[in-house]
């Protein structure tokens, strides 16, 4: 038998996870298996998110709210799109540019 390939999660999807816990009130459990995911696993990620919240505070950072987080996800995702569509506009404009010349 194979061995099963290993997930890998960005960090962005690790913190929204771990929001989902602390700021539902929802046990690991649940979410864990909503998600699909080990509760082992998400609960070091809860555990991580807690304890850079306390460190933000600690130095005086107030941590994001849920909507200032949905709205990074946000305006991540709409500038990584306008990041491909500017390259493929580069792309396309070379060869017209060199034939002017």
Known sequence: ????????YTAE???EAAHRVIDSGRT???????????PGMLSVWVKDERRRIDAAEVHG????????????????RQV????KDNA???KACVP??????
């Open 88 to 90: 493929f506009l580069v």
């Open 13 to 15: 999807y690790k913190v």
């Open 61 to 76: 950072d107030k941590p994001l709210e849920a909507a200032e987080r949905a709205e990074l996800q946000r305006l991540r």
């Open 1 to 8: 038998m194979p061995a099963r390939k290993r997930r890998s």
């Open 28 to 38: 690991i459990a649940e979410v864990a298996r909503e998600l699909g995911i080990d």
């Open 96 to 101: 017209r540019a060199l034939e002017v010349a």
């Open 80 to 83: 990584n799109e306008l990041e």
